[in-house]
Nanobody, 125 residues
Framework: QVQLVESGGGLVQAGGSLRLSCAVSGRTFSVYAMGWFRQAPGKEREFVAWINWSGGSTYYEDSVKGRFTTSRDNAKNTVFLQMNSLKPEDTGVYYC??????????????????WGKGTLVTVSS
C-alpha cells in the first residue's frame, strides 16, 4: 500500500513563500513520477507541476512557471514544492500525486495511481 502525506501548507501573505513536502511510504519511491495538483474553492482540481523519477525533468503549469519549483529526495522518499511570490489565486488545497508507470510526459490526472489527502494553502491579499 502506497501512502502520500502532504505537509507545509498554511496562511501566507501575497508575495510570500511556502514549501510543501510530500512523504511517500510503501513501494519503491524512486520509480514514481511525482506531481502536484491544486483545487481552489468551487473549482476543479488542476495540475501544478510534475517531476520525473530522477528529478532530471520537470514540467509546470504556465501560471506558476518561474515562481514554483518542484524537487525530490529519493533517499528520503520525499518530494517538495517550493512556492515563491505567492498570489491570492494560488489559494487552494494542494495534492501530491504519484504515477508508477509513465506512459506520456507530462502525465495527466487520469494517469495518477496514488493521491495524497492534501494540504491547504491560503494566500491573503
Amino acid at each position: 500500500q502506497v501512502q502520500l502525506v502532504e505537509s507545509g501548507g498554511g496562511l501566507v501573505q501575497a508575495g510570500g513563500s511556502l514549501r510543501l513536502s510530500c512523504a511517500v511510504s510503501g513501494r519503491t519511491f524512486s520509480v514514481y513520477a511525482m506531481g502536484w495538483f491544486r483545487q481552489a474553492p468551487g473549482k476543479e482540481r488542476e495540475f501544478v507541476a510534475w517531476i520525473n523519477w530522477s528529478g532530471g525533468s520537470t514540467y509546470y503549469e504556465d501560471s506558476v512557471k518561474g515562481r514554483f519549483t518542484t524537487s525530490r529526495d529519493n533517499a528520503k522518499n520525499t518530494v517538495f514544492l517550493q512556492m515563491n511570490s505567492l498570489k491570492p489565486e494560488d489559494t487552494g488545497v494542494y495534492y501530491c500525486a504519484a504515477v508508477q508507470y509513465v506512459r506520456r510526459w507530462p502525465p495527466t490526472s487520469t494517469d495518477t495511481d496514488y493521491w495524497g489527502k492534501g494540504t491547504l494553502v491560503t494566500v491573503s491579499s
